[in-house]
């Protein structure tokens, strides 16, 4: 009976007793940010006009990157036969714990600097989006084998290791991340890895059959899909200053992708024994292009270069799903239910060599004024070369962290007390949810048919 | 052969005779804006900046509340099994009329006070779209047992008191409710009950078996339920005043759904025999917390006091599917198809309880100069008392107008003229839509496989 | 061994060429804009201020543009039981190779008046995105009975032919066609009608059975729809002047597609014999309002007068689908897979005719001093009248490079070098997709039935 009401309330206590704990550190040290409280329009300053408010620059950005956290990675996930709901479901809780534990913690670190309470407003929104996203990534890598309480746990940890190695980066290397090729794809990715990788299950084959697609499932991640796709301009340059470095992220990056999305249709045929597509290079590697922008899509770049480092990211990312994930699976032990290392792994890091090579011309020949918008802190004392030299220290940065904290927090997640699924009940919605009718019949029909025509 | 072509007729002549009144109703009656007519900036006004047009300011908000209205109330009642077409469906058609009916009225109203014709754009655009999500609340209670001329007529008078309840309250009474916890869902969710009380079908049991989900419709679901949340703050925002009020609104909205999200999966699995999660419940109460800060958003709550008033919403919701609506249909006789009780009516009461709560606290040291702004009418003779005042009877009014409202109108759709379904066809789309092929086979299967079988 | 290569190999090879020739003339002709590159407001303008880019203007009507290229066309087409994959990953890779080609095609006309290199920001990325929905128009037509390479050529060509027309009309002719009533959807539509003339398949009836939806791709397709419906406003506006301009386009197309709703409605149940209503209709004619809205939704129509054009749109449509699309296919051998005639063709025109007659109000008296803005070419020389007879010859030219483009592109597309699917092979994922499990046994049911119980 003790065990029963364990399991029924493990779930139940964890997200009160988490969320409790955000309404009070909430209470204790957030205010509002001064274009949220009207301080900036009504006190102090007079010629404040009401269209320059941040609101008005970032929420339709804003707005766009909400839809991609919670439609897009949720539904991009939902491709697993019997797997719909919790793939939706769960990225749904996680991403609304997520977004609020890291407005403290990206807010706390952020005041490190600043001293006073943390300020809110559509520039902390965005901001936890992104660390959303990174846990999301990392979920991607454990989809179908924990917990919900297990990926709250990482969810905690997560976060709060994000958002240090942020802060590293972006405040005291004074990297440039804005789409976050290296805080929020490689960080991502390399946690989840590492995660997946501690709690390896060596007899999940069994239960393999449940990890693929239905057709259905197959179109519905499809909105997931271009959801991304489509919003991945406005990710990158969401958080960029204002004028015309927003307006050139969001143009580099749709440049990307369409490059991306032509190389991942040619490569995924062309590495197919029939020459067929395949659903799973269609929903993923298509997204690379903007995953490999996420650093230098703010510069100078180009079309022409974004569509280079696009079409070199879907083709990369191909093959990852063609070769390494094989590989990863069968030799390393890495069981990477999404393929998080070919859509954020593999690309983030290109993201960042590219990054660090488009730092090389941080000259005003080529920006002009803008230059210091840009590189704020290239001078005569610290040129070009230096700024790259720490785009490269901080991807080694980022790697590090994120390998050794997804080993520990895998371990962390190790312990017996989550309530993980066995293997048989691995990629199943039925363990947590309560599932009415035998699901459209869409698995195991043979059975189902037998059973059902036999009790005629 | 008459009642065939009656039967036949029916829509068609409600759908062409509505529209032709209106379109004469525009013509004699509607007028472009000044924003719309481009006399605010050619003729007027010198100083005027193409940037200063309300659409810059608006029209992002409003293509998110046209999302919600069209996709988010259209996707959220696909969930039951054998009514996909005619929840999307019926939603768009009753969407479309409801939205140019409220136009006039809700226009109409606004003239009464300063005179001359109604004037159209994009404020005028989020309001009816507005008055449509009431009329679709109430739709909600009523799915899958009424005929689509029966849900015109609902919406041709509800649209009417609608109209007539919101001008009491913003208008007479000066109370606020910018995202509408009384005047949209309160109201919406009250009318809808009476309606399906008068309504009351004892034989529905019957049926009852399809006033239910499949796996792959608690999916479709999830895409109402996800845009719903996360363009609730820019719904509660869309018609607030410009600058730091519309940005505070977003804001306060963001944090009461996530907490909200949070208590919701803690009750949901709490709740639960196994301790499994409910898809109606995540679908549904999760956007509690919008509906709790329709009144509150624009006011100086904090994002403490949005958390701790979205917890309690998602709490009260829940708590709402598993106690109070089989208690409401048993005891009551309240048939309550999407259980738009727990989702918008005990919610919208406490978003107003909330509202007039919040209001004693408007005062300068909270505010500063940007009391007014929030407050227009509190001055040394009006305090924040009396305005708390006003909330409370504003809550009263709405509750009134929408209980005596509903009963009426519940009786006016009883007459025996709009064909409404028997109850063997209820949560059924085959007796409005061509539906080809055996609608995938999910329901009735056993049946289908016997009849195919046999016939080998 | 030949043979199977080239067929393994053509779409990889048609892929890659065409994004390598695409890269390498992006490399040598394109260029940042003023806003993109930062020239603007770090150069040449002291006084230009962040809030003036045009990113703040046109961004989030891209977006929504966006959405309606990528989720709205590729979702509508989801109807199709068994060609889920082909029709949105179709979608999908021809729009992402289109816009890259418009963008160059555009660009180098724009350039012929100006000379330097191609501009690109925000307004070419609108512009490409409107090339790129005439296509697609086309690709509607052609659905189901094209191979990817085929779609690809088309695409080639179309975008050209496209150019070429909307260069004549709005550069030469100086005709007004902010949303492209002529150059996107009578162009597109009468274009790909005379492309499957061409490649009209006498014996396709074998399998059209599959040529028909199921329930769930049906509320897949209506996902489409709606996106379409509710953004239809921002591609109308989305290159019109900023300001009141936009502000009315948007108004206007709203209302003339809440009166298409209702007429659709309406026509869809009186042309059933039993009264009922038709998906079909309901997922396309709905729409025509914005289509026939296209040219004139910036002028001064009033919301009467677009409701009255909506209301119309919807009856033609409906009827087309009912009379027109078994005469097209029965009587002029023409195979409208899905009536793009009644969605784009016939409300194209009516558009046109719309616009043309509008036009003849460009007087003062109606625009005050916003008639040059609309119309900037209007003066005593060249009065309404005459700006009407251009728009009526745009019209003309249109449908003339439209119909012989079409043909001899269609001709193009007989040749024996595409990997043109069979007739049986029609309408059918599996010949270009990895297809896993029996497809959610949507079709065939009773074959697959008997195979598996006999396996037993």
Same mark, same amino acid.
């Given at each position: 009976?003790?065990?029963w009401l364990?399991?029924r309330?493990?779930?139940?206590?964890a997200?009160?007793?988490?969320?409790?704990?955000?309404?009070?550190?909430?209470?204790?040290?957030?205010?509002y940010?001064?274009?949220v409280?009207?301080?900036?329009?009504h006190k102090?300053n007079?010629?404040?006009?009401?269209?320059e408010?941040?609101f008005?620059y970032?929420?339709p950005s804003f707005q766009d990157?909400?839809v991609m @956290?919670?439609?897009?990675?949720?539904?991009?996930m939902?491709?697993?036969q019997?797997y719909g709901?919790s793939s939706?479901?769960?990225n749904?809780l996680?991403a609304?714990f997520?977004?609020?534990?890291a407005t403290?913690?990206?807010?706390?670190?952020h005041? @490190?600097?600043?001293?006073?309470k943390?300020h809110?407003?559509?520039?902390s929104?965005?901001?936890?989006?992104?660390?959303t996203?990174?846990v999301?990534?990392?979920?991607?890598?454990?989809?179908?084998?924990?917990?919900?309480?297990?990926m709250?746990?990482m969810?905690v940890?997560e976060?709060?290791?994000?958002?240090?190695?942020?802060?590293?980066?972006?405040?005291?290397l004074?990297?440039?991340d804005a789409g976050?090729?290296?805080?929020?794809?490689?960080?991502?990715?390399y946690?989840g890895?590492?995660v997946t990788?501690v709690?390896y299950r060596p007899n999940?084959d069994k239960?393999?059959k449940k990890?693929?697609?239905v057709?259905h499932?197959d179109i519905?991640a499809?909105?997931?899909t271009?959801?991304?796709?489509m919003?991945?301009?406005?990710f990158n340059s969401?958080?960029?200053?204002h004028?015309?470095?927003q307006?050139?992220?969001?143009?580099n990056?749709?440049?990307?992708?369409?490059a991306?999305?032509?190389?991942?249709?040619?490569?995924?045929?062309?590495?197919?024994h029939?020459g067929?597509?395949?659903m799973?290079?269609?929903?993923?590697?298509a997204l690379?292009?903007?995953?490999a922008?996420?650093?230098?899509?703010?510069m100078? @770049?180009?079309?022409f270069?974004?569509?280079?480092v696009g079409?070199l990211?879907?083709?990369?990312?191909v093959?990852g799903?063609?070769?390494?994930?094989?590989?990863?699976e069968?030799?390393l032990?890495?069981?990477?239910t999404?393929?998080?290392?070919n859509?954020?792994?593999?690309?983030g890091?290109l993201?960042a060599?590219?990054?660090?090579?488009?730092?090389?011309a941080a000259?005003k020949?080529?920006y002009?004024?803008g230059?210091?918008?840009?590189?704020p802190?290239?001078?005569?004392?610290?040129?070009?070369?230096a700024?790259?030299g720490?785009?490269a220290?901080?991807?080694?940065?980022?790697l590090g962290i994120?390998?050794?904290?997804?080993?520990?927090?895998?371990?962390i997640?190790k312990?017996?007390?989550?309530?993980a699924?066995?293997?048989s009940q691995?990629f199943?919605?039925?363990v947590?949810?309560?599932?009415?009718?035998?699901?459209?019949?869409?698995?195991n029909l043979?059975?189902f048919i037998?059973?059902v025509?036999?009790?005629?």
């Amino acid at each position: 009976v003790v065990k029963w009401l364990i399991m029924r309330l493990r779930l139940p206590i964890a997200c009160i007793a988490l969320e409790v704990i955000l309404i009070i550190l909430f209470g204790v040290a957030v205010e509002y940010d001064h274009d949220v409280s009207g301080e900036a329009g009504h006190k102090t300053n007079t010629t404040h006009h009401d269209y320059e408010n941040e609101f008005y620059y970032r929420y339709p950005s804003f707005q766009d990157v909400h839809v991609m @956290i919670f439609i897009g990675f949720g539904f991009l996930m939902t491709f697993l036969q019997r797997y719909g709901f919790s793939s939706v479901g769960f990225n749904f809780l996680i991403a609304a714990f997520s977004l609020q534990l890291a407005t403290l913690v990206q807010g706390f670190l952020h005041t @490190i600097m600043t001293g006073g309470k943390i300020h809110v407003g559509v520039e902390s929104m965005i901001n936890a989006d992104f660390c959303t996203g990174s846990v999301l990534i990392s979920f991607g890598a454990v989809l179908g084998k924990t917990s919900p309480v297990q990926m709250l746990t990482m969810a905690v940890f997560e976060v709060i290791l994000f958002s240090v190695n942020e802060f590293i980066l972006l405040s005291l290397l004074n990297a440039k991340d804005a789409g976050g090729s290296m805080t929020i794809h490689t960080f991502g990715a390399y946690f989840g890895l590492m995660v997946t990788r501690v709690l390896y299950r060596p007899n999940l084959d069994k239960s393999n059959k449940k990890n693929s697609s239905v057709y259905h499932s197959d179109i519905f991640a499809m909105i997931g899909t271009l959801y991304l796709w489509m919003f991945w301009p406005s990710f990158n340059s969401a958080i960029t200053l204002h004028g015309d470095i927003q307006h050139r992220t969001a143009l580099n990056t749709y440049y990307s992708l369409a490059a991306c999305t032509l190389s991942t249709y040619a490569f995924s045929a062309l590495l197919n024994h029939e020459g067929k597509l395949d659903m799973v290079h269609i929903q993923n590697a298509a997204l690379a292009g903007g995953v490999a922008l996420g650093t230098a899509a703010e510069m100078m @770049i180009t079309p022409f270069g974004s569509m280079i480092v696009g079409f070199l990211a879907g083709a990369i990312s191909v093959l990852g799903y063609r070769f390494i994930t094989p590989f990863l699976e069968s030799k390393l032990k890495i069981q990477d239910t999404c393929g998080v290392h070919n859509l954020h792994g593999m690309p983030g890091i290109l993201g960042a060599i590219v990054g660090a090579i488009t730092s090389l011309a941080a000259t005003k020949e080529h920006y002009g004024n803008g230059l210091t918008a840009v590189f704020p802190k290239i001078t005569s004392d610290f040129p070009a070369s230096a700024q790259a030299g720490m785009q490269a220290i901080s991807l080694v940065v980022t790697l590090g962290i994120a390998l050794i904290g997804g080993i520990i927090v895998g371990f962390i997640l190790k312990l017996p007390i989550y309530g993980a699924p066995s293997d048989s009940q691995c990629f199943e919605d039925g363990v947590y949810w309560e599932v009415y009718l035998p699901n459209c019949m869409c698995t195991n029909l043979p059975a189902f048919i037998h059973r059902v025509y036999t009790q005629k």
